[in-house]
């Protein structure tokens, strides 16, 4: 797992493999929750259901999850300049924490995305 920051600030996390177990990617306190699980054979996890809870919060968060192709990010500090470029291909992850990206697509591909909701239109454009 990689952190990647940008003046002080946690920018993205990047995930290009997993270890054994339930590792959690973000801190509890985000407002994305996001854990990596990686298990063997036989291993259950016990049927369980959650309690509804009011959950407030004021920023957004998303991850990306490459199933198949390669992409680049631009990613973008709270100042909207470009710090960083990243690349991701099939099994790989990144969480946006912070500031600003741009996903190009490099070959035919295929994401997941999830973000906390609900869905509110938002979105600011950086000028380049």
């Known amino acids: 797992m990689e952190k990647i920051t940008h003046k ?3 920018i993205a ?3 290009k493999r997993l270890k ?3 590792n959690p990617l973000t801190e509890p306190n985000e ?3 996001v854990l990596a699980h ?15 809870r009011r959950r407030v919060t004021q920023t957004l968060q998303e991850c ?3 199933i198949k192709g390669k992409i680049k990010i631009d990613l973008y500090g709270t100042h909207k300049k470009k710090f960083k470029s990243i690349y991701l291909t099939s099994g ?6 912070g500031g600003g990206h741009a996903v190009h697509i490099l070959e035919d591909t295929e994401i997941i995305e999830v973000k906390n909701g609900p869905f509110v239109e938002d979105k600011v454009m950086i000028e380049l």
Do not use: C, E
């Not at 990686?38 to 509804?52: E, I, S, V, W």
């Not at 790989?92 to 924490?97: L, N």
């Open 13 to 15: 996390i990047r995930l």
């Open 38 to 52: 990686k298990r063997q054979a036989g291993k259950k996890t016990p049927a369980h259901f959650h309690l509804p």
């Open 31 to 33: 407002s994305l929750q």
């Open 92 to 97: 790989d992850v990144v969480i946006f924490m």
């Open 64 to 66: 990306l999850v490459v």
């Open 20 to 22: 054994y177990g339930a």
């Open 8 to 10: 002080n600030t946690l």
